[in-house]
């Protein structure tokens, strides 16, 4: 009785040990990707593309997004590989359907456009854009109120360009702030207002994050728009902007 009562004993041991093991063996793979894509970006950074490359495969192909994403891009702009926009899509796919906004917003473009023999499929491309819209990605915010707005590859949505364009500019997109203050001067979806307008396109002519260099126009907008308001108009229009972007476009009140 002893005897049987040690063996158990030894092996209640074993199965303890092999369940560490298996413990540390799931965590060593999350560590050894976190620091190979710090590795493989520190290799993009020195401009060792095909080295990078090869590291973001090894990843890729373990199921890493990040590391799909960062290899489609690689294939569609040629870096440290032959450029192929098939292969890109592929990669892009595999990380858009973990989640990856990025990677969804990438395949929104490529599906909008003639891109190196991938076909134009609106519908998949506003798929993706909406994906990564969801998650909070500005520019596929913005690309979706465009889409809405335009209402040339689907039917005009004034509403949902209202939205996705107020929800871009809370986040400080120039140029969905730019677009917001055209609707509400044409009076598309929202009450006419040269207040309301006035404001969100000074908030975008003074964006810092104006990535197009697009704020010398759009003062000059707010020049014409200035000699057609009242001073009252325009002390309002000015204090409202003023507020919104001290408020860092959160919540921004309307006249």
């Known amino acids: ?18 369940g560490y093991l298996v413990c540390v ?7 050894s990707i976190a620091a190979s894509l710090d590795e493989a970006k520190a290799a993009v950074d020195a401009g060792k593309f095909a080295q990078a490359a090869a590291m973001y ?15 489609g891009l690689m294939y569609a702009r040629g870096d440290g590989v032959q450029e192929n926009p098939q292969e890109a899509v592929k990669w892009y796919r595999m990380s858009a359907e973990q989640g990856f906004a990025e990677a969804q917003y990438a395949l929104g473009v490529i599906y909008f456009r003639r891109d190196g023999g991938v076909a134009m499929d609106y519908d998949e491309a506003i798929k993706w854009y909406r994906k990564a ?32 364009f107020g929800l871009a500019a809370e986040q400080g997109d120039s140029d969905a702030q730019f677009n917001l203050g055209n609707m509400y001067l044409e009076g598309e979806g929202v009450p006419a207002s040269m207040v309301n307008g006035y404001m969100w396109i000074w ?4 964006n810092p994050q104006d990535a197009h260099g697009r704020s010398g126009k759009r003062k000059k907008i707010l020049m014409y728009l200035e000699a057609k308001m009242t001073p009252e108009q325009l002390a309002e229009a000015k204090a409202l902007a003023q ?3 001290a408020q860092h476009y959160r919540s921004c009140k309307l006249a």
């Not at 335009?150 to 949505?157: I, L, S």
């Open 57 to 71: 495969r090894e990843l890729a192909a373990a199921g890493d997004a990040k590391a799909q994403y960062n290899l």
């Open 133 to 164: 819209a969801e998650q909070g990605h500005v520019r596929s915010q913005l690309n979706l109120g465009i889409v809405y707005l335009r209402g040339d590859v689907v039917p005009q949505d004034i509403p949902q360009a209202l939205k996705w």
């Open 25 to 31: 063996a799931l965590l060593l793979p999350v560590t």
């Open 1 to 18: 009785m002893a005897k049987k009562m040690t063996y158990t004993l030894q092996e209640a041991m074993v199965k303890r040990l092999l």
């Open 243 to 245: 507020t919104c972007q």
């Open 203 to 206: 908030l975008a002519a003074e």
